[in-house]
């Protein structure tokens, strides 16, 4: 029976618009140790990087690659920059900023630097993004990395922020078939400009070759094995390629995977490039990880009769394949207008068990 439920999920999904990002990509939670932290420059646009860590151990010659969160090395180096602005003619106030435990317990994308205890120039003087000169941009890109450009002018100058602003770029030039494509951010020299400071950013864009799509294949898994799935790819062969090629394969793959038991389901599917001859090659790999079953189901903030409408209402028993779906389908009859909790929503939690596999299922209540 599990087996023939992808032909029911895809009814229900098949008009959906799944973005373009594969399960690979999404954001990995951060590991690093809790009490030492790398350290790292907000906006001192004077120096470069490795210059202003220079400097700083010329002043501190015990000073690492990490430092304890408020220990005297942190207020020390606060104090050496507060003196190397000074000589600079700039009187402004240093702030350290370390990392809360939000940012450490929780999940960053993998372009992002890690957590570290950031030091910032905290106005006046402000110090702004002049403008960001584009180098070597492609004649087809300039549209959009000029949105970029445009955006970026006037904002706050942060060198912590370039990671995120070269993935814009980036992700601009792939999207448009740039899929090997590298960008460099660098800045020039801050001028005073009345009671602030403007900085110039450049951009230094190395495109590569404009790739196509050589072909493109997915077998759907153990579940979907056989089924002609091109429908749902986003480009053919012959089309300019892009990151993720499968368009909205992924989430109704997922939906069906989830609805069988199987919440751990993974996908790969990243372009194989041919650099000499710009082609690119994709090829979908599905990995379900293994099949759990329901071992509990708690319902909070509900009265015995009210509960045991909800279990009605989710269908899942204890014992049975664990359906991931099933708490969709429970938000969508809360919402009817005859729905004896008509007005109440819900969170969940389903905990995992992965050496047993098993899921532990909580729904807390509340009132609209």
Not at 117 to 130: F, R
Not at 170 to 193: A, I, N
Not at 224 to 237: H, I, M, N
Request: glycine letters at 8%.
């Amino acid at each position: 029976m599990r087996r023939g439920c992808f032909q029911i999920a895809l009814l229900v999904i098949g008009g959906l618009s799944i973005s373009g990002a594969s399960h690979a990509q999404d954001a990995r939670p951060a590991t690093i140790p809790q009490d030492r932290f790398p350290y790292a420059f907000s906006n001192f646009a004077w120096w470069s990087d490795i210059d202003l860590r220079t400097d700083l151990k010329k002043h501190l010659p015990t000073l690492g690659e990490q430092i304890g969160r408020g220990s005297s090395m942190e207020s020390r180096v606060r104090t050496v920059l507060t003196q190397l602005l000074k000589e600079k003619g700039i009187q402004a106030e240093v702030q350290v900023i370390e990392p809360s435990m939000d940012v450490l317990s929780g999940k960053r994308v993998p372009e992002a630097p890690p957590p570290s205890i950031i030091y910032s120039v905290l106005g006046p003087p402000e110090i702004l993004v002049e403008k960001l000169v584009l180098e070597n941009v492609p004649d087809d890109a300039s549209g959009p990395l000029d949105e970029v450009a445009t955006h970026m002018q006037g904002k706050p100058y942060s060198a912590m922020t370039f990671w995120s602003d070269k993935q814009k770029i980036k992700d601009s030039l792939q999207q448009l078939g740039y899929l090997s494509s590298t960008v460099e951010l660098d800045h020039g020299t801050p001028r005073k400009d009345g009671n602030h400071y403007l900085v110039p950013v450049k951009a230094t864009i190395t495109s590569g070759p404009k790739y196509h799509v050589a072909s493109i294949k997915a077998d759907g898994g153990p579940l979907v094995q056989g089924r002609d799935l091109s429908p749902y790819f986003a480009v053919k062969p012959g089309d300019v390629a892009t990151p993720y090629a499968f368009g909205r394969l992924a989430g109704a793959l997922r939906s069906v995977y989830w609805h069988a038991g199987y919440p751990d389901v993974d996908f790969v599917g990243p372009p194989v490039l041919d650099a000499s001859h710009a082609l690119a090659s994709y090829e979908l790999q599905v990995t379900p990880g293994p099949l759990y079953h329901l071992r509990s189901i708690k319902c909070e903030n509900l009265d015995p009769t009210q509960e045991t409408k909800v279990r009605e209402m989710l269908g899942l028993k204890t014992g049975e394949v664990y359906d991931a779906m099933a708490v969709s389908g429970l938000n969508r009859k809360l919402s009817d207008p005859n729905s004896p909790l008509r007005g109440y929503g819900f969170s969940y939690t389903p905990k995992e068990d992965k050496q047993n596999q098993v899921v532990d299922l909580t729904l807390n209540f509340y009132k609209q």
